[in-house]
């Protein structure tokens, strides 16, 4: 499918390319209706779904948490903090031919992997491993 470029696509990439936390949609929108109260939360929906298509950025999916997105379009692991939620990328080097050694039973062929580890940040490191 061919996407038009338009004014609102380039803004919410501009805006997550200039967030550099990993934000969720909310994060993005808050971010942009602060300049530009008329783009609606619809639109930050739509225009992620299809930059993260496009490959201009990542969407980076956690079980039981909201999506974060990524301008860091290289392939790489993330890390995020199980008491607060903060999300941060993770310095190795990221293992393309993992998925060459998955053999799948069901017929399944991976083409590629996206590996989330989970810890406690070190604002949290103190405070957190009380309550977990």
Known sequence: MIYRNTIQKQLVLDTVRRMTNHPTVEEIYERIVMEHPSVSKGTVYRNLNILAQQGEILRVQFPNAADRYDFNTRQHYHIRCRYCGKVDDVEMPYLEHLQEQ???????????????????????????????
């Open 102 to 132: 998955i053999t799948d039973c069901h017929g399944f062929q991976p083409l590629s992997h996206q590996i989330v580890f989970e810890g406690i940040c070190p604002a949290c490191n103190g405070t957190a491993l009380d309550k977990i």
